[in-house]
């Protein structure tokens, strides 16, 4: 699992790439990028997701996946607040400063070595001192049959409007805010979304 999220926190070559396409036009870098991108973050999301599920004992594993969540939404309100700091003077329609990727390339640059500081299943101590147990599938033929059952489930067939919503609306409202708001007005926009989700997700987290 380290090596996982070793691998899944290469993102930086991404934002570089973004760069090197915004300043020197260069677009070989970009269409490379995206795909160890695409390959990376698949691995990174599958196993963060594993690893909150796993790691804590299963009473508490609802609670943690909240912190999870709310990582998350924390991290895109830094971003968010980042990106504005760097930007509060540009007046340009839809477009950021190219000093604003350096910042982020540096500050992903350091995820590999955070995401090496993860403890192995075995040396996790848990409140009752139990186990740590990941029961895989012996291959992927059974893992896939696992998969399979698992989504045809009802519980989750009645999720999936949910979830095509929330991937819809992030979408729609970066491309809307990208086309009809200068990239000041999107900044202050997109920290606020994020923090009235956050107190959303608050208001669960803590009854």
């Avoid at 995206?34 to 909150?52: P, Q, Y």
Wanted: aromatic letters at 14%; hydrophobic letters at 45%; glycine letters at 8%.
């Amino acid at each position: 699992m380290g090596f996982c999220t070793w691998h899944g926190r290469l993102p930086y070559f991404y934002s570089s790439s973004v760069y090197c396409n915004v300043k020197y036009n260069n677009t070989w870098y970009i269409m490379l990028a995206c795909v160890i991108d695409g390959v990376s973050s698949g691995i990174f999301w599958l196993t963060e997701g594993a690893i909150v599920l796993a790691y804590p004992e299963k009473h508490r594993q609802g609670k943690y996946l909240a912190y999870w969540l709310a990582s998350r939404i924390v991290g895109q309100m830094i971003g968010g607040a980042v990106t504005l700091g760097v930007n509060a003077g540009n007046k340009e329609q839809g477009h950021i400063s190219v000093q604003t990727y350096l910042v982020f390339i540096s500050i992903q640059a350091l995820g590999p070595f955070v995401a090496a500081m993860l403890s192995p299943p075995d040396k996790v101590q848990r409140s009752d001192h139990s186990k740590v147990v990941i029961n895989l599938p012996s291959n992927l033929k059974a893992e896939l049959r696992a998969m399979w059952k698992l989504l045809g489930r009802t519980e989750i067939l009645l999720l999936l409007p949910m979830i095509f919503q929330s991937v819809f609306s992030e979408a729609f409202f970066s491309t809307y805010n990208a086309t009809f708001h200068r990239a000041v007005t999107r900044l202050v926009i997109t920290p606020g979304q994020y923090l009235c989700d956050h107190l959303q997700l608050s208001v669960g987290l803590f009854p």
